[in-house]
């Protein structure tokens, strides 16, 4: 998407729908980035370790953040977008405490992130949406189908 200067304007980074080449390009993009911004802001091993690139979340969280500064630092921008971006830097900043506080990882010791546990068995989910979307094509004051419920 053009910006007010023809200049493409940033997207989001959607990792799985990328192909090779396009997830190759990003991922080195990423990692220049990111060694930037760990230099320029100092940032603890605690937020940042050197293994972030193998969990998923950091993973996110570094690419919302690196597409944010992008588009705040475009030349079209006001220069308030700088103190937006560095108000997001340091939302971000916690949650990268946070999820590296999961792991445990180290300056010299990857850890992987824990596992979580997940059911299986979609079939509560499968009534509860069959209900809802039932209950969007009845009509209006009706009762709805499978709870009984009034609308």
């Avoid at 990882?105 to 299986?120: I, N, Q, Y």
Wanted: charged share 25%.
């Amino acid at each position: 998407m053009p910006g007010v200067f023809e200049e493409t304007v940033p997207v989001p980074v959607v990792w799985a729908e990328l192909s090779a080449g396009e997830a190759f390009d990003n991922w080195m993009d990423l990692k220049h980035w990111v060694t930037w911004l760990v230099r320029r802001f100092r940032l603890r091993p605690k937020e940042i370790p050197p293994c972030w690139f193998r969990h998923g979340a950091v993973v996110e969280e570094l690419t919302a953040l690196w597409g944010a500064y992008r588009v705040a630092y475009a030349e079209d921008q006001p220069a308030t977008s700088a103190a937006d971006w560095l108000r997001i830097l340091a939302d971000t900043r916690a949650h990268l405490a946070e999820w590296m506080a999961r792991a445990g990882c180290t300056v010299a010791e990857h850890r992987d992130d824990p596992e979580v546990a997940w059911p299986a068995d979609d079939s509560v989910l499968g009534r509860f949406v069959g209900a809802d979307c039932a209950a969007r094509n009845a009509p209006p004051n009706g009762v709805i189908p499978e709870t009984g419920a009034l609308r």
